[in-house]
């Protein structure tokens, strides 16, 4: 069984920053893809960044040059760094890990940026 557990959500100015965590415990490679999703209110949730093997990143083009997202295998733990903050990065901000074939989510912790 693997889970994830965000943290570091909060409330932000626009242009602010924040730093979130995701550590993931249980059945869990060096080499899984994981990454950072985000869910506005009555939007789809969207892919926002994601970390391959050997350490490939890939971000969506609204968050480009803003966030930046890292892991530390030793602690099995992924980062979404997010810089310049604005109000339509206000979402749920989910991780999730694909392991032996089988995607898992974190409960999402909140990012509201207020203008």
């Known amino acids: 069984q693997v889970q994830l557990v ?32 985000r869910q506005a209110p009555g939007k789809q949730r969207e892919l ?32 979404l760094q997010m810089h310049s903050l604005k109000p339509e990065d206000t979402a749920v901000y989910y991780c999730r890990v694909l392991t032996f074939g089988v995607g898992y989510w974190g409960q999402g912790t909140q990012v509201t940026v207020s203008s």
């Open 48 to 79: 926002v960044a994601s970390i391959f093997s050997g350490g490939s990143t890939r971000y969506s083009d609204s968050v480009k040059g803003r966030f930046t997202i890292s892991r530390d295998n030793a602690k099995n733990t992924v980062y």
């Open 6 to 37: 965000e943290s570091g959500g909060g409330l932000v100015q626009a242009g602010g920053s924040l730093r979130l965590s995701c550590s993931a415990s249980g059945r869990i490679l060096s080499t899984d893809a994981m990454a950072w999703h």
